[in-house]
């Protein structure tokens, strides 16, 4: 019994090892760019390096239209 026990946590633990996390560990650079759509003026933070869920989180993030100015987020 404790062979069956041992065996099942042992395979427990290699199943765990071997899951593919790649796109939570992988980071890039992102930076938010707004367009004036009337003047073509374009304005653009600082790059910061995002990863994991925070990542994920903002490259979900769809454009956002006030007045004329839309805002996007731009990651490389």
Not at 32 to 48: H, L, N, R, Y
Request: net charge neutral.
């Amino acid at each position: 019994m404790k062979r069956k026990i041992l065996f099942g946590t042992i395979l427990l633990f290699i199943s765990l090892a071997f899951t593919s996390c790649e796109k939570l560990s992988g980071c890039k650079t992102c930076k938010q760019v707004s367009t004036d759509s009337q003047t073509g003026d374009v304005t653009e933070t600082a790059d910061t390096e995002y990863c994991g869920t925070d990542l994920i989180s903002i490259e979900g993030k769809v454009p956002v239209t006030v007045g004329n100015v839309t805002t996007r987020w731009q990651c490389h």
